[in-house]
Nanobody, 119 residues
Framework: QVQLVESGGGLVQAGGSLRLSCAAS????????MGWYRQAPGKERELVAA???????YYADSVKGRFTISRDNAKNTLYLQMNSLKPEDTAIYYC?????????????WGQGTQVTVSS
């Protein structure tokens, strides 16, 4: 079993930055893809960014150039650096893992962390 715990969410003004972290415990995740989903009120959950163990990346068009995903396999930790935040980035962000490919599907989900961007 794998546990994923997100941190780093919060309230930020438009144009600001946040860095999300996801600490993974359980079996080694170094061979799996990991990523971040988000879900805004009234909207479907969407894959924001993902990274494979081999260094393949996925970014949603809406975050390209603003968000950067990275991972530290030695620490079993995933990061999402979010810059130039916009009010439409407001959502609950979920850390995911357990997929072979970046687009998923993913087997393991964290509880989520709230990101709120004020205008």
């Amino acid at each position: 079993q794998v546990q994923l715990v997100e941190s780093g969410g919060g309230l930020v003004q438009a144009g600001g930055s946040l860095r999300l972290s996801c600490a993974a415990s359980g079996k080694s995740l170094s061979i799996n893809a990991m990523g971040w989903y988000r879900q805004a009120p009234g909207k479907e959950r969407e894959l924001v960014a993902a990274i494979s163990s081999g260094g393949n990346f996925y970014y949603a068009d809406s975050v390209k150039g603003r968000f950067t995903i990275s991972r530290d396999n030695a620490k079993n930790t995933l990061y999402l650096q979010m810059n130039s935040l916009k009010p439409e980035d407001t959502a609950i962000y979920y850390c995911v893992s357990g997929s072979i490919v970046v687009r998923g599907p993913y087997d393991y989900w964290g509880q989520g962390t709230q990101v709120t961007v004020s205008s």
